[in-house]
Protein backbone atom coordinates (compact mmCIF):
# COMPACT_ATOMS: atom_id res chain seq x y z
CA UNK A 1 0.00 0.00 0.00
CA UNK A 2 1.54 3.62 -0.81
CA UNK A 3 1.07 6.57 1.27
CA UNK A 4 0.66 8.87 -2.11
CA UNK A 5 4.03 10.39 -1.14
CA UNK A 6 6.76 10.17 -4.39
CA UNK A 7 10.29 10.76 -3.46
CA UNK A 8 11.97 12.90 -5.71
CA UNK A 9 15.34 11.28 -6.65
CA UNK A 10 16.56 13.75 -9.63
CA UNK A 11 17.37 16.05 -6.79
CA UNK A 12 19.95 13.47 -4.84
CA UNK A 13 22.98 13.88 -5.76
CA UNK A 14 26.72 15.45 -4.74
CA UNK A 15 27.07 19.17 -5.31
CA UNK A 16 29.54 20.37 -7.75
CA UNK A 17 31.09 22.21 -5.55
CA UNK A 18 35.12 22.98 -4.06
CA UNK A 19 34.75 20.28 -1.69
CA UNK A 20 33.39 17.96 -4.26
CA UNK A 21 36.23 18.29 -6.66
CA UNK A 22 38.85 18.36 -4.19
CA UNK A 23 37.01 14.47 -3.24
CA UNK A 24 37.18 13.35 -6.88
CA UNK A 25 41.01 14.35 -6.85
CA UNK A 26 41.77 12.65 -3.28
CA UNK A 27 39.52 9.05 -4.89
CA UNK A 28 41.95 9.49 -8.25
CA UNK A 29 45.17 10.29 -5.62
CA UNK A 30 43.95 6.74 -3.04
CA UNK A 31 43.52 4.97 -6.37
CA UNK A 32 46.36 5.24 -8.44
CA UNK A 33 48.90 6.77 -5.50
CA UNK A 34 50.96 10.09 -6.17
CA UNK A 35 53.15 7.98 -8.36
CA UNK A 36 50.63 6.41 -10.20
CA UNK A 37 49.22 9.51 -11.14
CA UNK A 38 52.29 11.23 -12.11
CA UNK A 39 52.92 8.32 -14.57
CA UNK A 40 49.95 8.81 -16.21
CA UNK A 41 50.08 11.90 -16.63
CA UNK A 42 53.51 11.58 -18.35
CA UNK A 43 52.47 8.89 -20.51
CA UNK A 44 49.69 10.87 -21.47
CA UNK A 45 52.57 13.78 -22.06
CA UNK A 46 51.92 17.37 -21.81
CA UNK A 47 50.96 18.15 -25.68
CA UNK A 48 47.93 15.64 -25.14
CA UNK A 49 46.79 17.27 -21.92
CA UNK A 50 47.06 20.66 -23.10
CA UNK A 51 44.62 19.18 -26.21
CA UNK A 52 42.25 18.35 -23.97
CA UNK A 53 41.98 21.89 -22.35
CA UNK A 54 41.79 23.43 -25.77
CA UNK A 55 38.95 20.72 -26.88
CA UNK A 56 37.14 21.83 -23.31
CA UNK A 57 37.47 24.85 -24.17
CA UNK A 58 35.77 24.68 -27.36
CA UNK A 59 32.80 22.57 -25.71
CA UNK A 60 32.05 25.27 -23.20
CA UNK A 61 31.73 28.14 -25.57
CA UNK A 62 29.50 25.37 -27.56
CA UNK A 63 27.37 25.09 -24.72
CA UNK A 64 27.25 28.49 -23.89
CA UNK A 65 26.43 29.17 -27.44
CA UNK A 66 23.68 26.54 -27.54
CA UNK A 67 22.39 28.17 -24.01
CA UNK A 68 22.21 31.48 -25.63
CA UNK A 69 20.04 30.25 -28.55
CA UNK A 70 17.64 29.22 -25.87
CA UNK A 71 17.45 32.17 -24.13
CA UNK A 72 16.79 34.09 -27.34
CA UNK A 73 13.62 32.02 -27.77
CA UNK A 74 12.49 32.12 -24.10
CA UNK A 75 13.03 36.27 -24.45
CA UNK A 76 10.90 36.34 -28.11
CA UNK A 77 8.20 34.03 -26.45
CA UNK A 78 5.66 36.16 -24.07
CA UNK A 79 4.48 32.99 -21.92
CA UNK A 80 7.96 33.08 -20.44
CA UNK A 81 10.75 34.99 -18.78
CA UNK A 82 14.09 34.50 -17.39
CA UNK A 83 14.21 34.45 -13.37
CA UNK A 84 17.80 35.30 -13.83
CA UNK A 85 20.51 36.12 -16.30
CA UNK A 86 21.78 33.14 -18.17
CA UNK A 87 24.97 32.06 -16.72
CA UNK A 88 27.28 29.96 -18.70
CA UNK A 89 25.01 27.07 -20.18
CA UNK A 90 22.24 27.85 -17.37
CA UNK A 91 18.77 29.32 -17.76
CA UNK A 92 16.36 29.95 -15.57
CA UNK A 93 12.91 30.40 -16.24
CA UNK A 94 9.41 30.22 -15.99
CA UNK A 95 5.69 30.58 -17.47
CA UNK A 96 4.21 33.58 -16.92
CA UNK A 97 0.67 34.63 -17.46
CA UNK A 98 -0.08 36.90 -20.51
CA UNK A 99 -0.66 40.04 -18.60
CA UNK A 100 1.46 42.17 -16.27
CA UNK A 101 -1.54 42.36 -13.82
CA UNK A 102 -1.42 38.68 -13.19
CA UNK A 103 2.50 38.98 -12.14
CA UNK A 104 1.74 40.05 -8.95
CA UNK A 105 -0.21 36.82 -7.30
CA UNK A 106 3.19 35.07 -6.38
CA UNK A 107 1.54 31.71 -5.57
CA UNK A 108 -0.59 31.68 -8.19
CA UNK A 109 2.12 32.16 -10.75
CA UNK A 110 4.10 29.27 -8.51
CA UNK A 111 0.89 26.48 -8.49
CA UNK A 112 1.15 27.51 -12.44
CA UNK A 113 4.45 26.55 -12.77
CA UNK A 114 4.57 24.06 -10.74
CA UNK A 115 2.01 22.41 -13.08
CA UNK A 116 4.26 23.57 -16.03
CA UNK A 117 7.14 21.36 -14.01
CA UNK A 118 4.40 18.37 -13.45
CA UNK A 119 3.79 18.23 -17.51
CA UNK A 120 7.26 18.40 -18.54
CA UNK A 121 8.41 15.80 -16.36
CA UNK A 122 5.50 13.52 -18.00
CA UNK A 123 7.47 13.38 -21.08
CA UNK A 124 10.51 10.70 -21.80
CA UNK A 125 11.77 12.96 -24.02
CA UNK A 126 12.88 16.19 -21.64
CA UNK A 127 14.40 16.58 -17.97
CA UNK A 128 14.50 19.65 -16.06
CA UNK A 129 14.93 20.63 -13.01
CA UNK A 130 13.33 22.92 -10.66
CA UNK A 131 14.73 25.47 -8.43
CA UNK A 132 13.42 28.33 -6.01
CA UNK A 133 14.30 31.95 -6.29
CA UNK A 134 13.21 34.63 -3.41
CA UNK A 135 9.87 32.08 -3.39
CA UNK A 136 9.81 32.27 -7.00
CA UNK A 137 9.45 28.81 -8.42
CA UNK A 138 11.36 28.72 -11.72
CA UNK A 139 12.77 25.73 -13.90
CA UNK A 140 16.61 25.27 -14.99
CA UNK A 141 17.44 24.77 -18.46
CA UNK A 142 21.19 23.65 -18.77
CA UNK A 143 23.29 22.48 -22.11
CA UNK A 144 26.26 20.50 -21.23
CA UNK A 145 26.86 18.21 -23.50
CA UNK A 146 29.50 18.01 -26.27
CA UNK A 147 26.88 15.74 -28.50
CA UNK A 148 24.35 18.67 -27.77
CA UNK A 149 23.17 20.07 -31.12
CA UNK A 150 21.53 23.26 -32.33
CA UNK A 151 18.42 20.94 -33.34
CA UNK A 152 18.56 19.17 -29.75
CA UNK A 153 17.66 22.63 -28.30
CA UNK A 154 15.52 23.83 -30.95
CA UNK A 155 13.02 20.47 -30.20
CA UNK A 156 13.85 21.29 -26.54
CA UNK A 157 12.11 24.41 -27.10
CA UNK A 158 9.47 23.41 -28.66
CA UNK A 159 8.73 20.64 -26.03
CA UNK A 160 8.57 23.25 -23.57
CA UNK A 161 6.30 25.66 -25.48
CA UNK A 162 4.00 23.01 -25.97
CA UNK A 163 3.55 22.37 -22.20
CA UNK A 164 3.84 25.79 -21.39
CA UNK A 165 0.87 26.32 -23.90
CA UNK A 166 -1.17 23.55 -22.54
CA UNK A 167 -0.26 24.29 -18.98
CA UNK A 168 -1.73 27.91 -19.83
CA UNK A 169 -4.73 26.33 -21.63
CA UNK A 170 -3.53 28.15 -24.88
CA UNK A 171 -5.25 27.91 -27.66
CA UNK A 172 -3.87 28.69 -31.14
CA UNK A 173 -6.71 29.81 -33.09
CA UNK A 174 -8.22 31.65 -30.31
CA UNK A 175 -4.39 32.88 -27.70
CA UNK A 176 -5.29 33.56 -24.34
CA UNK A 177 -8.76 32.97 -24.47
CA UNK A 178 -8.79 30.04 -22.05
CA UNK A 179 -6.66 31.68 -19.97
CA UNK A 180 -8.19 34.42 -19.23
CA UNK A 181 -11.52 32.24 -18.26
CA UNK A 182 -9.95 30.42 -16.33
CA UNK A 183 -7.67 33.01 -14.33
CA UNK A 184 -10.27 36.21 -14.77
CA UNK A 185 -7.65 37.98 -16.56
Known sequence: MTTGVV????NWHLSLGRRFRSLKLWFVLRGFGVEGFQANVRKVGRHQILWNLVQFSAVCMQCISLNNSFVEHIRACPIFELVTPPSFALSVFRLVPG????????????????????????????????TSIGGVFCLRFAVGSFRTEQSDIDNA???????????LGYDRDHPYVAFAEKYNT
Open 7 to 10: IDYG
Open 157 to 167: WMTIREAGEKT
Open 99 to 130: SAGNREDLESINALNRAFYSELRARPDIALTH
